[in-house]
């Protein structure tokens, strides 16, 4: 299976299932380069994701639950990506 395609299968799996089972917690893309995805650029970018090289910054290599980092924002849109844990203040 080519780089591309592995990135490609997480991305889709963040667009078809967007929270972590069991749980229900949400889910984001994490790059190469440490960057983030949120699950609707995941679907936008498809095709960049599609075509990396594995050292462009489009390559998806996990998907991660963001537990309580509310100032965690996707690298592409600039949305805050959704935190399972919020500091109840």
């Known amino acids: 299976m080519s780089t591309g395609s592995k ?3 997480l991305a889709d799996q963040l667009v078809r299932e967007p929270w972590a089972w069991p749980g229900g917690y949400p889910l984001h ?3 190469d380069d440490g960057g983030v995805i949120c699950r609707f650029c995941a679907e936008e970018e498809r095709e960049w994701i599609a075509l990396t090289n594995g050292h462009d910054g489009w390559c ?3 998907l991660e639950v963001n537990w ?4 965690l ?16 203040d």
């Open 29 to 31: 893309a994490v790059t």
């Open 60 to 62: 998806v290599v996990r």
């Open 7 to 9: 990135s490609l299968r």
């Open 68 to 71: 309580e980092g509310e100032d």
């Open 73 to 88: 924002c996707c690298d592409c849109c600039g949305r805050q990506v959704e935190v399972a844990y919020g500091r109840e």
